[in-house]
Nanobody
Framework: QVQLVESGGGLVQPGRSLRLSCAAA????????MAWYREAPGKQREWIAT???????FYADAMRDRVTISGDVAKNTVYLQLNNLQSDDTGVYYC??????????WGQGTQVIVSS
C-alpha cells in the first residue's frame, strides 16, 4: 500500500509564505506525476499544481503567480511553495500521486490557516 504524507502546514499571517512537503512511502519511480490540491472550507477540492516525472510543472491559472511546485517525482517527493498567502488560501492541502498503472493515491492532508 502506497502512503503519502504531507507536512508543513500551520497558522500563518496574511502576506507570509509557507512551504509544504509531500513524501511517499513507495518504490522509486512509482508515480508518473505528483500533484497538490486544496480543499477550502465549504468548497470542493481544487487542483493547484502538478509535477511530472520529467520535471515539468503545471499550474492552475488562479494560483500560478503565487505558487511553485518542485521536487523529484522519481524519488516520490514534491513540495509546494505558497507565497503572499491570503485568508481564502485557508484550507486542507492534499498531495496526490498517480502511478504508471493509473492508480491514484492521496495523502491525509495538511491544514493551512491564514489569519492575523
Amino acid at each position: 500500500q502506497v502512503q503519502l504524507v504531507e507536512s508543513g502546514g500551520g497558522l500563518v499571517q496574511p502576506g507570509r509564505s509557507l512551504r509544504l512537503s509531500c513524501a511517499a512511502a513507495a518504490a522509486p519511480s512509482t508515480f508518473t506525476h505528483m500533484a497538490w490540491y486544496r480543499e477550502a472550507p465549504g468548497k470542493q477540492r481544487e487542483w493547484i499544481a502538478t509535477l511530472t516525472s520529467t520535471g515539468s510543472p503545471f499550474y492552475a491559472d488562479a494560483m500560478r503567480d503565487r505558487v511553485t511546485i518542485s521536487g523529484d517525482v522519481a524519488k516520490n517527493t514534491v513540495y509546494l511553495q505558497l507565497n503572499n498567502l491570503q485568508s481564502d488560501d485557508t484550507g486542507v492541502y492534499y498531495c496526490k500521486g498517480k502511478t504508471w498503472g493509473d492508480i491514484e493515491y492521496w495523502g491525509q492532508g495538511t491544514q493551512v490557516i491564514v489569519s492575523s
